[in-house]
């Protein structure tokens, strides 16, 4: 017996020497650290208790969009000629004009029947202008060519008999974007007068090198800059903005997931399957909580929030609000709770969101049984055998 009580003593003294082992905090614990603060300074983090679908929807964050940023765009992207472009230039006059050719009858006399002549190509100089025939220097940078066109045939007015005039640019480095980035070959790539959008350009530098899931386009113009998932351009055609001349497209391979971790089926990185998942879909995709394990009142998700957004949700008495942005957040989630439960239908998960699911307390208890279960239960089967032969 005395063997017995050594051998309970030794396990006991073991167990209150070491620490269980634990996947993460608490509930408690994480509502306690929302509160503390050392020394005057704000907690690390702001909690936030998801109780309504009204709620939700009020933090919820702006969806980044082009067309509201940058409009759709007109159909005529409004092409100009610029300086160092390549142009051409024809000219018509009517019979019996010569001042662009004659031609010859069956006796072989000389009839004027008008005539036409095509410029060979030049480049548009750094005094903006071109050669036109008969006419001189035009000044064709900044003008259209339906306006060069006017401006040569009313120069040429006395001059030929009912000129006409055609002017065509060959290349041109102005009236371009440049698609760069995870596509297959990055360009310059030339617009048309029909007005092209963002696909017809990625389509133009032979599309995309990663899936359609982890592509985000940047689009920059004037100085500013818009993302936004390639998938939403996809699911949305207004998105699909036209592109201006100076345009760049920078499609960005952005792999999209949260983590998921704590007392759930499945701990992991998790990758968006879709373009919209929310909390109630993140928790079912990982299995939900563990039955044997999970707290029900301790789903957290911890989130870096912009200001605009946490001084939404964050009373504003906290101090946390002045901290840099952004501002950390942590949402609880009381799943015991049906309003929370449809609430979180609502609630979108962010990239590099973490999902946190604390165990259950009684759990610490089933631990520190079946480990002193596994450290004594061998030791009392020696004792029992010793006691039995000295009997």
Same mark, same amino acid.
């Not at 899936?211 to 998938?231: A, C, D, H």
């Not at 009381?334 to 962010?350: E, G, R, V």
């Given at each position: 017996?005395?063997?017995?009580?050594?051998?309970?003593?030794?396990?006991?003294?073991?167990?209150?020497?070491?620490?269980?082992? #634990?996947?993460?905090?608490?509930?408690?614990?994480?509502?306690?650290?929302?509160?503390?603060?050392?020394?005057?300074?704000?907690?690390?983090?702001? *909690?936030?208790?998801?109780?309504?679908?009204? +709620?939700?929807?009020?933090?919820?964050?702006?969806?980044?969009?082009?067309?509201?940023?940058? &409009?759709?765009?007109?159909?005529?992207?409004?092409?100009?000629?610029?300086?160092?472009?390549?142009?051409?230039?024809?000219?018509?006059?009517?019979?019996? &004009?010569?001042?662009?050719? @004659?031609?010859?009858?069956?006796? &072989?006399?000389?009839?004027?029947?008008?005539?036409?002549?095509?410029?060979? +190509?030049?480049?548009?100089?750094?005094?903006?202008?071109?050669?036109?025939?008969?006419?001189?220097?035009?000044?064709?940078?900044?003008?259209?060519?339906?306006?060069?066109?006017? /401006?040569?045939?009313?120069?040429?007015?006395?001059?030929?008999?009912?000129?006409?005039?055609?002017?065509?640019?060959?290349?041109?480095?102005?009236?371009?974007?440049?698609? @760069?980035?995870?596509?297959?070959?990055?360009?310059?790539?030339?617009?048309?007068?029909?007005?092209?959008?963002?696909?017809?350009?990625? #389509?133009?530098?032979?599309? /995309?090198?990663?899936?359609?899931? =982890?592509?985000?386009?940047?689009?920059?113009?004037?100085?500013?800059?818009?993302?936004?998932?390639?998938?939403?351009?996809?699911?949305?055609?207004? =998105?699909?903005?036209?592109?201006?001349?100076?345009?760049?497209?920078?499609?960005?391979?952005?792999?999209?997931?949260?983590?998921?971790?704590?007392?759930?089926?499945?701990?992991?990185?998790? +990758?968006?399957?879709?373009?919209?998942?929310? *909390?109630?879909?993140?928790?079912?995709?990982?299995?939900?909580?563990?039955?044997?394990?999970?707290?029900?009142?301790?789903?957290?998700?911890?989130?870096? =929030?912009?200001?605009? %957004?946490?001084?939404?949700?964050?009373?504003?008495?906290?101090?946390?609000?002045?901290?840099?942005?952004?501002?950390?957040?942590?949402?609880?989630?009381?799943?015991?709770?049906?309003?929370?439960?449809?609430? *979180?239908?609502?609630?979108?998960?962010?990239?590099?969101?973490?999902?946190?699911?604390?165990?259950?307390?009684?759990?610490?208890?089933?631990?520190?049984?079946?480990?002193? +279960? &596994?450290?004594?239960?061998?030791?009392?089967?020696?004792?029992? %055998?010793?006691?039995?032969?000295?009997?």
């Amino acid at each position: 017996m005395q063997l017995l009580l050594v051998v309970l003593c030794v396990a006991a003294s073991l167990l209150t020497g070491c620490a269980l082992p #634990a996947a993460g905090p608490k509930t408690a614990a994480v509502l306690e650290e929302a509160k503390s603060g050392t020394g005057g300074t704000p907690p690390a983090f702001a *909690m936030v208790d998801v109780t309504s679908q009204v +709620q939700v929807r009020n933090m919820a964050r702006p969806k980044s969009s082009l067309v509201a940023h940058f &409009g759709e765009g007109a159909r005529d992207p409004g092409l100009r000629i610029s300086v160092g472009d390549v142009v051409s230039v024809s000219l018509w006059e009517a019979p019996p &004009g010569t001042l662009f050719g @004659t031609a010859a009858t069956a006796a &072989g006399q000389q009839q004027a029947s008008g005539g036409s002549v095509t410029i060979p +190509q030049q480049v548009v100089n750094g005094d903006r202008t071109i050669a036109v025939p008969y006419v001189g220097r035009v000044v064709a940078a900044g003008r259209t060519p339906a306006e060069v066109e006017r /401006l040569v045939v009313s120069s040429l007015a006395g001059k030929a008999v009912m000129p006409q005039a055609l002017v065509t640019v060959q290349q041109s480095t102005a009236n371009t974007v440049t698609v @760069t980035g995870e596509v297959a070959g990055g360009a310059r790539v030339a617009l048309s007068p029909a007005g092209d959008r963002i696909l017809d350009a990625v #389509a133009a530098a032979g599309g /995309l090198r990663a899936s359609v899931n =982890e592509s985000v386009v940047y689009l920059t113009r004037k100085g500013t800059t818009l993302s936004i998932p390639f998938e939403a351009i996809v699911r949305n055609p207004h =998105e699909n903005v036209r592109l201006r001349p100076g345009d760049v497209v920078t499609v960005v391979q952005e792999p999209r997931t949260y983590t998921i971790l704590g007392a759930t089926g499945q701990n992991a990185e998790v +990758q968006f399957s879709s373009l919209r998942v929310t *909390m109630a879909n993140a928790l079912a995709r990982a299995g939900g909580l563990l039955d044997n394990r999970a707290d029900a009142a301790g789903v957290f998700l911890l989130r870096y =929030e912009p200001r605009a %957004i946490a001084s939404r949700v964050v009373p504003s008495g906290n101090p946390i609000l002045h901290r840099a942005d952004p501002v950390p957040i942590v949402y609880r989630f009381n799943l015991k709770s049906a309003a929370t439960l449809l609430a *979180m239908q609502d609630f979108d998960i962010q990239p590099r969101d973490i999902i946190y699911v604390s165990n259950a307390s009684g759990i610490e208890l089933q631990k520190f049984l079946s480990l002193f +279960q &596994g450290i004594s239960g061998p030791a009392l089967s020696a004792t029992s %055998i010793g006691i039995a032969a000295a009997n």
